[in-house]
């Protein structure tokens, strides 16, 4: 991997390996951190998908984007770690903070980025190698482990945060892709854990999945919400009602309303959220 040697990007290995050892001391710490959107527009090619979206997401808190199909949910999820950037025609102007500072500037690493703030997709998609190598992947890149011992232990505690070690403990070597979709998808989570993330973007990522296994995912991310913060998109309105601490409603890529679960359900103010709580908007 290509680094240049710049003061933020050094801090940030910094954090990163000091986070590993964290963890292998026991005492991690808790590693969250709040993002601001400020009058962001997003445009792909002449297409005017985000309009001056202004938002706080909070740490420790699962903040749910909720609309109808082609509103810009994945959009928005997207510019929150830079995923957009190659995407012909992308732009945008506006703000997004990360604590404070404008992921967009020029002095922050894509790459890096995406280790302080990691995304689960709708389709699970581990690598087609070992459930041990998938997670041991990012922090291998990263150059984070000093030793076997410490990549051992960063797997281990990985896949317990994302409620997996239990099943595959015995089958670390064994391929990915022989796991259900729901422990693929577990899988994907320990992958994005092992680089101790702060933001956590889920883009519906129980969508594909059994009710078994959404039940899973959905527990963990109540889970995560702890030391994290959790952003998640999802079509499923019990979901969100059960995960949610705040729920934004886009519609044609506006917010058209804001606010606390679980009251933004029971008392609307927009007809339009009343109308796609009831199924009306599609
Ligand atoms: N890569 C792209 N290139 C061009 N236009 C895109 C691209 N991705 C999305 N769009 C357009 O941007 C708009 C918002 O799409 P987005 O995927 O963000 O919607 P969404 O709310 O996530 O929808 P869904 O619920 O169907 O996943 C849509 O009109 C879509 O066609
Ligand atoms: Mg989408």
Redesign the pocket.
């Known amino acids: 991997m290509r680094l240049s040697l710049t003061q933020e990007k050094l801090g940030q290995e910094e954090r990163l390996a000091t986070e590993v050892q964290q963890v292998q001391g026991g005492t991690e710490a808790s590693t969250s951190a709040g993002i601001s959107i400020r009058d962001l527009n997003v445009y792909?090619r002449n297409?005017h998908?985000l309009k001056g979206i202004s938002l706080e997401i909070e740490p420790k808190k699962i903040t749910v984007f909720m609309?109808p199909?082609?509103?810009?949910?994945?959009?928005l999820v997207r510019v929150l770690n830079r995923m957009n950037d190659e995407?012909a025609?992308f732009k945008h102007t506006g703000g997004v903070l990360l604590d404070g500072k404008d992921i967009y500037d020029k002095s922050v690493d894509p790459v890096l980025l995406k280790t302080r703030v990691g995304m689960v997709f709708q389709k699970p998609n581990p690598f087609p190698i070992s459930i041990y190598d998938n997670v041991a992947f990012g922090p291998k890149i990263h150059k984070l482990y000093k030793s076997k011992q410490e990549m051992d232990d960063n797997v281990m505690t990985s896949l317990q945060k994302a409620a997996l070690w239990e099943e595959v403990k015995d089958r670390l070597k064994e391929n990915a892709m022989s796991l259900s979709g729901g422990q693929q998808q577990r899988l994907c989570i320990a992958r994005t854990l092992a680089v101790h993330p702060e933001v956590i973007l889920f883009d519906e990522p129980a969508s594909a999945l059994d009710p078994g296994s959404t039940a899973k995912v959905e527990e963990l991310m109540v889970e995560l919400k702890r030391n994290y913060t959790v952003v998640l998109?999802t079509?499923n309105m019990q979901q969100a009602a059960r995960v949610a601490s705040k729920v934004v409603f886009l519609y044609k890529g506006d917010i058209v309303e804001m606010g606390e679960a679980p009251g933004i359900f029971e008392k609307p103010t927009s007809e339009l959220t009343e109308k796609y709580i009831r199924g009306q908007l599609v």
């Open positions: 792909y297409h998908v609309g199909s082609g509103c810009g949910k994945s959009t995407v025609g998109v079509h």
